[in-house]
């Protein structure tokens, strides 16, 4: 009954020249033939019989084959453009939590899939979202790069141009955030500062405590993020005053040396727990205190920055040269 064919953009296998009634017989009767009972009445209408087979997609990935099962996920979704956004949004829903339930390469395959059905239609992009954020997740999860646009350019584009419920969007930003981090992209702090600023009030603030606090280690971690009062004025990390994380975000936006050999000397477990990594965070804290003296004045002697900087006098020179090479700062030695 099943015929493949792969477009340009998407490879989604489709259905070609038959009713869509007797396809959606067919696939009633596969189901059924499997040992699942659909609980259907004699002469259902096509949208019944599609939206009970998606409910019940979950026993079918457990008894088909994977090639089956991919049949028949196909088969639900070309009738999804024919649909009121009603039924689309019952019909997805049901798809991805049973797809969703456990994660492996294959089910992953499924969700793509889902998705570059979504694609092609209009008028869906909060359903797109979720889809996406699913995706992921899973490829997080699984340890495999996604397939589709996974910047934050992207997801700002998305969420600019739809109607999006604010939580299924803070969602998505964490997905992007966890996917970033785990595959080590400097972009990760800037998704996490992103979700941070959809939190305005001091209720909503307080609730994003654990957003906040991974957002302060992100950028923390990232060499490259050396301007970081920026945070200072977000809500949530604002009510994270008087914390631990918080002290310490204060002392890599305008503390020195000395203060952070005093944190971490006092607060080593902290640290360690949130993996931070000391060696890391030790040429950051320098570097940024380098700057603060460059700021300072124009002129700066090996004594102090070797008493400022915590380093052997012997090492500042060499220092000096890796922070003119990385252009954080302009100097003559």
């Known amino acids: 009954v099943i015929e493949t064919l792969f477009t340009k953009m998407t490879a989604v296998p489709v259905f070609m020249g038959i009713q869509e009634n007797k396809q959606a017989l067919e696939l009633r009767e596969y189901i059924e033939s499997l040992g699942i009972d659909l609980e259907l009445e004699d002469d259902p209408k096509t949208s019944s019989v599609v939206l009970k087979v998606a409910q019940n997609f979950g026993p079918c990935l457990e008894k088909a084959s994977e090639s089956e099962a991919e049949a028949v996920l196909n088969s639900l979704l070309s009738f999804v453009p024919s649909f009121s956004l009603e039924d689309v949004e019952k019909v997805i829903a049901s798809l991805r939590d049973q797809i969703s339930s456990v994660i492996t390469e294959f089910r992953l395959k499924l969700l793509y899939n889902i998705y570059f059905v ?6 869906i992009d909060s359903l797109r979202l979720e889809i996406w954020t699913n995706i992921l997740s899973a490829s997080c999860r699984l340890g495999i790069q996604p397939r589709i646009p996974w910047n934050l350019k992207q997801l700002v584009s998305t969420l600019a141009a739809g109607n999006i419920d604010k939580a299924k969007a803070k969602e998505a930003y964490r997905a992007l955030h966890r996917t970033l981090r785990h595959f080590k992209k400097q972009e990760a702090s800037e998704a996490q500062v992103a979700l941070l600023r959809m939190y305005s009030s001091s209720d909503e603030a307080a609730a994003a405590a654990g957003d906040a606090e991974q957002c302060i280690i992100d950028v923390i971690e990232d060499p490259e993020a050396l301007i970081l009062d920026h945070l200072l004025a977000l809500a949530p990390v604002d009510a994270l005053k008087g914390s631990l994380v918080y002290n310490l975000l204060r002392i890599f936006v305008e503390g020195s040396m000395a203060d952070y050999s005093d944190f971490y000397s006092q607060n080593r477990d902290f640290l360690t727990e949130r993996g931070l990594n000391y060696e890391g965070n030790l040429r950051k804290i320098r570097l940024l205190t380098l700057i603060s003296l460059a700021a300072d ?15 052997e006098r012997e090492k500042i020179e060499e220092f000096i040269i890796d922070a003119i090479r990385a252009k954080l700062i302009q100097a003559k030695i």
């Open 118 to 123: 979504l694609d092609m239609m209009n008028g």
């Open 297 to 311: 004045s124009n002129e700066v002697s090996f004594d102090v920055m070797a008493r400022d900087l915590n380093l």
